[in-house]
T-cell receptor
Framework: AQTVTQSQPEMSVQEAETVTLSCTYDTSESNYYLFWYKQPPSRQMILVIRQEAYKQQNATENRFSVNFQKAAKSFSLKISDSQLGDTAMYFCAFGAQGGSEKLVFGKGTKLTVNP | NAGVMQNPRHLVRRRGQEARLRCSPMKGHSHVYWYRQLPEEGLKFMVYLQKENIIDESGMPKERFSAEFPKEGPSILRIQQVVRGDSAAYFC?????????????FGPGTRLLVL
């Protein structure tokens, strides 16, 4: 069974600075996807970024980028130029390719951006 | 293109009553997933459905919980004889019909409170 671990329950950053959220996972699958979802106080789940395991290039979406280390089973999220609207819970998720395609989530990191 | 729709957004039930949660996937999506989020926790997979078929129900409690996705109409998650421990946020997600694991898009969730 797959597991996802987010070792930082809470983090804070000053507005305009950069912050990195950690995520590690455990799997015996060779083909899979990794995701970061954001859950603001409204509690809506919003996709931030997605990475295919077969791609060596790290995914980037505007101010959000990942550092994907497949051998180390690590998938961290970097937020550059942090904004107040980035304040939210951030969940790392794993999805195996094929099979039932269910997502396995970490417990989340609560990020606070301070003015 | 409307996103994933869930209703009701908030549902209050007394112990022993039934709860029915509805989910309409995004247009063109034929895969539906239900997840449960307990307070201060990440999302936990419950069930994965395609039209008229349950593909994976490995996360569903053995009793009182059932799910369906009929040929016509929304997917329904049904909880019979609710107990206080069922209080949680229930999220539905949908994805398009692809062979590979595709990104799941989440609805706003239904917050169930059992008194």
């Amino acid at each position: 069974a797959q597991t996802v671990t987010q070792s930082q329950p809470e983090m804070s950053v000053q507005e305009a600075e950069t912050v990195t959220l950690s995520c590690t996972y455990d799997t015996s699958e060779s083909n899979y996807y990794l995701f970061w979802y954001k859950q603001p106080p409204s509690r809506q789940m919003i996709l931030v970024i997605r990475q295919e395991a077969y791609k060596q290039q790290n995914a980037t979406e505007n101010r959000f980028s990942v550092n994907f280390q497949k051998a180390a089973k690590s998938f961290s999220l970097k937020i550059s130029d942090s904004q107040l609207g980035d304040t939210a819970m951030y969940f790392c998720a794993f999805g195996a390719q094929g099979g039932s395609e269910k997502l396995v989530f970490g417990k989340g990191t609560k990020l606070t951006v301070n003015p | 293109n409307a996103g994933v729709m869930q209703n009701p957004r908030h549902l209050v039930r007394r112990r022993g009553q039934e709860a029915r949660l509805r989910c309409s996937p995004m247009k063109g999506h034929s895969h539906v997933y239900w997840y449960r989020q307990l307070p201060e926790e990440g999302l936990k997979f419950m069930v994965y459905l395609q039209k008229e078929n349950i593909i994976d129900e490995s996360g569903m409690p053995k009793e009182r919980f059932s799910a369906e996705f009929p040929k016509e109409g929304p997917s329904i998650l049904r909880i019979q004889q609710v107990v206080r421990g069922d209080s949680a946020a229930y999220f539905c997600a949908s994805s398009p019909p692809q062979f590979q694991a595709e990104t799941q898009y989440f609805g706003p969730g239904t917050r169930l409170l059992v008194l």
